[in-house]
């Protein structure tokens, strides 16, 4: 076993860890008889410390396709698997997934343990709403099936619980049907932040929508913003381009740290270009493939390093609908006025809450990277509270310094959810450094 | 090559040269003593390239099956890959006989059973490719691991042997050397990058070693160099040397 300094995303916290990485299933069994405490880790594509632990247990090495029906759209995997290897195997086929993060570089057993959603949850859920069943390897070495309809706590556990209940080892899930690789695509410029949540409201019946926030405007046009929404294209639409599924294009990669303004520099450019461009239209239309409508930010690997050494934070919450519009105008203030945030916040609506324990719930859920400062956390502290007010909770897998006492104050199955884990787990076998930190195990 | 025979596909490297010869349309056989573990494999090779895998039991102790391992094969492959080997214990097997010949029999003798059999079917097909994954330990006894080394000696010895008799009949016989190679079974140990192959990076290169039809490879290369001086110090000032 190799000591590694361990970090995810967001370059915060970084950790001392001894990582081992299981190829077969036996070698997981192995790990769980003979190591005291652990966390298993996907791609450390969470921002914070969700899979940080002084051992780690990687889970990319377990990355074989069990079985693919072609014909109904049902994909059995490993929980090591990324969503990319996925694609390269679906898209060809005419399949997609289901529900997809803004990075294609996760595992799917990080995709069960946050229960990851897309820019599609208000029509399709978050990502366990499609899981057929799954087999996670219990604390006490168990290997509990498990489903919507069979062993169904278990199974809504660890949707979104964080890795905590198991060690996720095989996922079955259904995926969506594509007749392209293309996206039919349209953009809406608004002027301001109302406007954008009326139009969220009003375009509720598109599959796909998310909106880019400038979050540096002030004034009668704070919250400029531009809404962009999105349908699978169908071949008739495609205008005759030449290959049904496009190539793969290029991947650049930022190899060193870099001071933030950079990144802030690259965005604003990339909005403007929208909001000024020289056909200024309020609504614009195109077709742009899978790759660029979901991953933008894939095509620059590693953007991260572009945050600096200290590394940042992404400030990600959700707020009930019914005051929702309220809520995410003042904290959108509070933030703004700081300036301390980057440029860009991603807005998006979200649909019914699917797991007892998952952070979507119907409302509107707002994402900002700020780079870390000396001040920054006592702020967010401030912001948590509003957050608490409003009704509203705080994305796990994009936390790293939120205190106990919110998630458990904001999260409503939180004391069940502890009780379930001591239950399954009174050894504390698994255990994260999140987990520590918010006094969930 | 249309169908590659890998014996012991369960180690890092034999899984690595699987994915990549399989991205590559080439058919599989994956002979492991745990079939258990390589079905996985096998399902995921077959869907993501669509080529045929098939996985099949094969124990490289007992000798007295390996007859029988190949004739049961359909169909034959034309490129065998020989990964297997036991690094043991070495301190124990200097009092623990059984620990001994487990060494030496999985490494050498093994290896010797099974390849008589397949290089006689490639003499008589005139066709095919041997490679053997032998090590730099067999090119020079250390009181740390000479079991081991030797055993490898002797196998690296039959396949430059192998090599010189299925010359006239066109078959490809490759010795593979290689020095550390980063396994999940490398526990703790610290080894410099520079010497120690990811089992990727030595699959590419024992790959690139297939298409370029080498006789004699080292993963990594440096090695190459490492052995020339460790080859030719004296031996009096080599007995003194703690390696
Ligand atoms: C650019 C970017 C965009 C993103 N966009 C979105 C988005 O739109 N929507 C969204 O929901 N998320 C988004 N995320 C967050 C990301 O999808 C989640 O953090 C996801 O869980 C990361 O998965 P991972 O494989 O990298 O796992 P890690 O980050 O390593 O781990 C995440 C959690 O999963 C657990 N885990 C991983 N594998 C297993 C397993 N086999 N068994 C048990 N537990 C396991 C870990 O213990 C940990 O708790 C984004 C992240 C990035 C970097």
């Known amino acids: ?441 | 090559m249309k169908t590659a025979l890998i014996l012991g596909a369960t180690s890092e490297v034999a899984l690595a040269l699987a994915d990549q010869l399989a991205a590559k349309s080439v058919n599989l056989i994956l002979a492991a003593r745990n079939v258990e573990n390589i079905l996985p494999v096998k399902s995921d090779l077959s869907i993501r390239y669509g080529i045929t895998v098939s996985v099949v039991a094969f124990d490289a102790a007992n000798p007295s099956t390996h007859k029988h391992f190949y004739e049961s094969l359909v169909p034959k492959p034309d490129t065998v890959i020989c990964v297997f080997g036991y690094l043991g214990d070495h301190t124990r097997a200097l009092t623990d006989w059984e620990e001994c010949t487990t060494i030496l029999n999985s490494n050498y003798v093994g290896a010797v059973s099974i390849l008589n059999v397949i290089a006689n079917d490639f003499e008589n097909r005139k066709e095919g490719m041997i490679v053997g994954l032998s090590s730099v330990a067999g090119e020079r006894g250390r009181q740390s691991n000479y079991l081991y080394g030797s055993a490898k000696a002797g196998f690296t010895a039959y396949l430059s042997g192998l090599r010189n008799r299925l010359f006239k009949s066109g078959v490809q016989v490759i010795t593979v050397k290689p020095g550390f190679m980063k396994t999940r079974m490398l526990k703790g140990m610290k080894t410099s990058p520079f010497l120690t192959a990811q089992p990727e990076k030595a699959a590419a290169l024992i790959i690139r070693a297939m298409h370029h039809k080498k006789d004699v490879v080292y993963v990594l290369p440096t090695w190459k160099w490492i052995m020339l001086i460790i080859r030719n110090i004296p031996e009096f000032i080599f007995k003194k040397l703690k390696l």
């Open chain 1, 1 to 441: 076993m190799a000591s590694d300094l361990l970090t995810n995303w967001n370059n915060y916290p970084i950790e001392k860890s001894e990582v081992s990485s299981p190829v077969f299933a036996e070698d997981f069994y192995t790990q769980l008889a003979e190591s005291s405490s652990f966390i298993v880790r996907g791609n450390g594509r969470c921002y914070g410390d969700a899979s940080l632990s002084p051992h780690v247990i990687s889970a990319l090495k377990f990355n074989r396709v069990l079985n693919f029906d072609e014909a109904r759209g049902i994909l059995t995997c490993q929980s090591g698997l990324l969503l990319s290897d996925i694609l390269d195997l679906i898209m060809p086929r005419g399949w997609f997934l289901p529900v997809t993060p803004g990075t294609r570089f996760i595992t799917v057993g990080g995709a069960v343990a946050s229960d990851v959603h897309g820019k599609n949850h208000h029509k399709d859920g978050s990502f366990s709403q499609h899981i057929v069943s799954m087999k996670v390897l219990s604390p006490n070495g168990e290997i509990v099936v498990c489903s919507a309809l069979e062993n169904s706590e278990y199974f809504w556990f660890t949707c979104g619980g964080m890795g905590l209940t198991g060690i996720i080892l095989e996922v079955t899930f259904t995926l969506k049907k594509i007749e392209t690789g293309y996206i039919k695509q349209v953009q809406i410029k608004s002027e301001g932040l109302d406007e954008v949540l009326d139009l969220f409201e009003q375009y509720s019946h598109y599959t796909y929508s998310v909106a880019w926030i400038d979050c540096l405007k002030k004034g009668p046009h704070f919250g400029r913003s531009i809404l962009m929404l999105g349908e699978h294209a169908t071949i008739p639409e495609l205008n005759g381009r030449q290959h049904v599924y496009p190539k793969k294009s290029k991947t650049l990669s930022v190899p060193f740290h870099f001071p933030s303004f950079v990144l802030n520099g690259l965005s604003v450019k990339a909005f403007n270009s929208v909001f000024y461009a020289k056909n200024y239209k309020r609504e614009m239309h195109s077709i742009a493939s899978c790759e660029s409508f979901f991953y933008p930010l894939d095509a620059i690997l590693h953007w991260n390093r572009i945050y600096g050494r200290k590394g940042f934070v992404q400030y990600q919450f959700v707020v009930p609908k019914d005051r929702g519009k309220e809520g995410i105008r003042e904290i959108l203030t509070r933030i703004s006025n700081k300036g301390w945030g980057s440029f860009l916040a991603v807005l998006k609506l979200f649909g019914t809450q699917q797991g007892p324990i998952s952070f979507n719930m119907e409302g509107y859920t707002l994402a900002l990277d700020i780079p870390i400062n000396a001040k920054l956390f006592a702020f967010l502290d401030e912001l948590d509270i509003m957050v608490k007010e409003y009704g509203g909770r705080i994305y796990l897998t994009k936390d790293a310094r939120m205190k106990a006492e919110i998630f458990h104050s904001t999260y409503p199955n939180a004391s069940r959810f502890t009780s379930f884990l001591s239950e399954i787990d009174p050894e504390k076998k698994i255990v994260s450094s999140l987990s520590r930190r918010l006094s969930i195990k």
